[in-house]
């Protein structure tokens, strides 16, 4: 057991006494309670909280996002893949043009139109479509008249039967059918012979043919070479029918001829008549009468 020792003279140091002059701070603290070669710390009063530094600092509870972490507003839709709206005009286009026959039109639209509705999104393909079909209907429903004419064309007994019937038509509309010494009556235009007919020469009549020929010539001969032949013609059959000279008689003549436009139709055909001046009827057949 070591002696005992007593305390240091002087008590416990007072840790707020100021040092004494000279005296040498204990180890490892430095004056005014701040660490060894490090700057003094800020004085600060029991029971106050030390003031927190920038990098302790928090954004107010419930502040505001910032812009990168603000949403779009709730239905909004995006610029980029929107429709554009309203009917695609080619194909409206299409369907007018089918309705209307313009086949090939119609096709080449209702085309146009299946194409732009599918890249742009815009309706109207129902009608596109449509276009198309009509269109193709259109063009087969021409290539089989044109096939069908062309076969009738070809067809002999369908030309002959077409140059018979357009012959009758004619003969009908010119006066054709009548003959030498047909009695008929005269219609108001006397150049219009349509719907005429012989009817009997015993019983009264507004004319009775005198003479009847036909041209030759391949070629149109000219208006006033066909008028001289008609009037030579006509005043030799009427002295010849009648059996006096036309200045000699009572009666009156009438002629018709063919003209360019005519001619090109296949018209040929002389006529001569005669009548009664004053456009009287005739009472009987003016056959060798002498009048």
Same mark, same amino acid.
């Given at each position: 057991?070591?002696?005992?020792?007593? *305390?240091?003279?002087? =008590?416990? +140091?007072? #840790? @707020?006494?100021? !040092?004494?002059? %000279?005296?040498?701070?204990?180890?490892?603290? /430095?004056?005014?309670?701040?660490?060894?070669?490090?700057?003094?710390?800020?004085?600060?009063?029991?029971?106050?909280?030390?003031?927190?530094?920038?990098?302790?600092?928090?954004?107010?509870?419930?502040?505001?996002?910032?812009?990168?972490?603000? *949403?779009?507003?709730? =239905?909004? +839709?995006? #610029? @980029?893949?929107? !429709?554009?709206? %309203?009917?695609?005009?080619?194909?409206?286009? /299409?369907?007018?043009?089918?309705?209307?026959?313009?086949?090939?039109?119609?096709?080449?639209?209702?085309?146009?139109?299946?194409?732009?509705?599918?890249?742009?999104?815009?309706?109207?393909?129902?009608?596109?479509?449509?276009?198309?079909?009509?269109?193709?209907?259109?063009?087969?429903?021409?290539?089989?008249?044109?096939?069908?004419?062309?076969?009738?064309?070809?067809?002999?007994?369908?030309?002959?039967?077409?140059?018979?019937?357009?012959?009758?038509?004619?003969?009908?509309?010119?006066?054709?059918?009548?003959?030498?010494?047909?009695?008929?009556?005269?219609?108001?235009?006397?150049?219009?012979?349509?719907?005429?007919?012989?009817?009997?020469?015993?019983?009264?009549?507004?004319?009775?043919?005198?003479?009847?020929?036909?041209?030759?010539?391949?070629?149109?001969?000219?208006?006033?070479?066909?008028?001289?032949?008609?009037?030579?013609?006509?005043?030799?059959?009427?002295?010849?029918?009648?059996?006096?000279?036309?200045?000699?008689?009572?009666?009156?003549?009438?002629?018709?001829?063919?003209?360019?436009?005519?001619?090109?139709?296949?018209?040929?055909?002389?006529?001569?008549?005669?009548?009664?001046?004053?456009?009287?009827?005739?009472?009987?057949?003016?056959?060798?009468?002498?009048?």
């Amino acid at each position: 057991m070591s002696a005992p020792t007593s *305390p240091p003279s002087g =008590g416990t +140091p007072d #840790p @707020y006494a100021t !040092p004494e002059a %000279g005296a040498t701070p204990p180890t490892g603290t /430095a004056p005014n309670g701040t660490a060894p070669n490090g700057p003094p710390a800020p004085y600060t009063a029991p029971g106050t909280p030390s003031p927190a530094t920038p990098y302790d600092q928090q954004a107010p509870y419930g502040g505001r996002p910032t812009p990168y972490d603000q *949403p779009a507003p709730y =239905g909004a +839709p995006s #610029p @980029y893949g929107q !429709p554009a709206p %309203g009917t695609d005009g080619f194909s409206i286009a /299409a369907l007018i043009t089918g309705i209307l026959g313009i086949s090939p039109v119609a096709l080449g639209l209702g085309i146009a139109g299946m194409r732009r509705t599918r890249r742009t999104g815009q309706s109207g393909r129902g009608m596109a479509i449509t276009g198309v079909v009509l269109g193709a209907l259109g063009i087969l429903g021409w290539l089989l008249v044109v096939g069908l004419l062309a076969l009738l064309a070809t067809n002999d007994e369908v030309q002959e039967g077409f140059s018979q019937g357009f012959e009758e038509s004619y003969a009908d509309r010119t006066g054709a059918n009548l003959d030498l010494g047909d009695c008929f009556e005269l219609p108001d235009d006397a150049t219009d012979l349509t719907g005429i007919v012989a009817t009997d020469c015993a019983s009264a009549h507004g004319a009775e043919m005198v003479g009847v020929d036909e041209l030759t010539d391949a070629e149109y001969p000219g208006e006033s070479s066909v008028v001289a032949t008609t009037e030579d013609f006509c005043f030799e059959e009427f002295a010849a029918y009648v059996g006096t000279d036309y200045d000699a008689s009572s009666l009156d003549m009438m002629y018709l001829y063919p003209t360019q436009a005519s001619w090109a139709f296949g018209d040929r055909r002389l006529m001569c008549w005669a009548q009664n001046p004053d456009g009287s009827p005739l009472e009987a057949s003016v056959q060798g009468s002498g009048l």
